[in-house]
């Protein structure tokens, strides 16, 4: 399984970034994915969730400016990020959950991106 994120970058604090994620590579269907950050020498933090029929769950400091959106057919997801603040600073992690065998199911990762909002 491969996710592959984009959309990353240096933005003005007020401003928006929108960050894709493509995930291939299973045959069965993907479950939650979702978007993760984190800043060097901090635990990864929980910034959205998605399911696949949609349901969606954020993290404190994404409720309000953050939205994640779900397309089943590309096996992708978004996250549209608005009024970014310096402290939204991070590497931005995809993750989604897929059965690996007929019992178990595995978290995959990306490799991240870099988000760097300026004061």
């Known amino acids: 399984v491969q996710l592959v994120e984009s959309g990353g970058g240096l933005v003005q604090a007020g401003g928006s970034l929108r960050l894709s994620c493509v995930a291939s590579g299973s045959i069965f269907a993907f479950n939650t994915m979702g978007w993760h950050r984190q800043v060097q020498g901090h635990q990864r933090e929980m910034v959205a969730t998605i399911t696949a029929g949609g349901l969606t769950n954020y993290g404190d400091s994404a409720k309000g400016r953050f939205t994640i959106t779900r397309d089943n057919s590309k096996d992708t997801i978004y996250l549209q990020m608005t009024n970014l603040k310096p402290e939204d600073t991070a590497v931005y992690f995809c993750?989604?959950?897929?059965?690996?065998?007929?019992?178990?199911?595995?978290?995959?990762w990306g490799q991240g991106t870099q988000v760097t909002v300026s004061p």
């Open positions: 993750s989604a959950n897929t059965r690996v065998t007929l019992f178990e199911t595995e978290d995959f």
